[in-house]
């Protein structure tokens, strides 16, 4: 049943909008990839202040294939709270990566 995909990590600076973990899912939920592991760091104060944002990180594991997996975070890097993203890749097992 997993043939052909691979363990992804997207991890994301933002700015800490109210709504940006909506943001950040919403792709995941129109292509049919269920996270497996969601890590989400806001605010130490915990409160989302649209004026003065603070900074938010959000980390986002999740298996699918390498198309999909560019396709995703090209979709989430350009949104506007994001200042940056990257997406770290391996084989989902020792067998895929030979």
Do not use: Y
Request: aromatic share 4%; charged share 25%; no cysteine.
């Amino acid at each position: 049943m997993t043939a052909g995909l691979f363990r992804h990590r997207l991890v994301v600076e933002a700015d800490a909008h109210p709504n940006l973990m909506l943001r950040l899912l919403e792709p995941f939920a129109v292509n049919d990839v269920q996270p497996t592991r969601i890590r989400l760091d806001g605010p130490a104060d915990g409160r989302a202040d649209i004026l003065n944002p603070g900074d938010m990180r959000a980390e986002i594991a999740f298996l699918a294939t390498h198309e999909l997996a560019e396709r995703l975070w090209a979709r989430i890097d350009v949104m506007v709270p994001v200042r940056t993203s990257h997406l770290v890749s391996s084989a989902l097992t020792e067998e895929a990566a030979a």
